[in-house]
Nanobody, 119 residues
Framework: QVQLVESGGGLVQPGGSLRLSCAASGFTGIGWFRQAPGKEREAVSCISTRGVYIYHTVSVQGRFSISRDNAKNTVYLQMNSLKPEDTAVYYC????????????????WGQGTQVTVSS
C-alpha cells in the first residue's frame, strides 16, 4: 500500500494558477483525479514512474502540466489558466496503464485537496 499526501489547493480567480503536490511513500505511476459536486470522478493527468508516459484529459490540455521529482517521491500538477469548471476536489492516486490515451487508478488514494476557481 502506498501512502499519498496532497497539498497546494485553494481559492484562485479565473485565469490564475495553482500547483498541487503529491508526496508518495513508494515509487509508482501517479495520477491526479478530480470530482466536482454532482459529477463522477475523472482522470485529469497521469505520469508514469520515469515520466516517459503522460496523460492529460482533453479539457486541460495546454493548461495543465504534470511532472515528478523521483528524488523526493513527489508529483506535481501545475495548473494554469484556471477556469470555474476546474473547481473540484483533486485527489492523487497510484495509477497504471498510463498512455497518451488514458490511465486508471490502482486503489491507493490521498485525502484530497479542494481547488476553487471563482471571482
Amino acid at each position: 500500500q502506498v501512502q499519498l499526501v496532497e497539498s497546494g489547493g485553494g481559492l484562485v480567480q479565473p485565469g490564475g494558477s495553482l500547483r498541487l503536490s503529491c508526496a508518495a511513500s513508494g515509487f509508482t505511476g501517479i495520477g491526479w483525479f478530480r470530482q466536482a459536486p454532482g459529477k463522477e470522478r475523472e482522470a485529469v493527468s497521469c505520469i508514469s514512474t520515469r515520466g516517459v508516459y503522460i496523460y492529460h484529459t482533453v479539457s486541460v490540455q495546454g493548461r495543465f502540466s504534470i511532472s515528478r521529482d523521483n528524488a523526493k517521491n513527489t508529483v506535481y500538477l501545475q495548473m494554469n489558466s484556471l477556469k470555474p469548471e476546474d473547481t473540484a476536489v483533486y485527489y492523487c492516486a497510484t495509477a497504471g496503464s498510463i498512455s497518451a490515451y488514458g490511465c486508471y487508478p490502482l486503489g491507493d488514494w490521498g485525502q484530497g485537496t479542494q481547488v476553487t476557481v471563482s471571482s
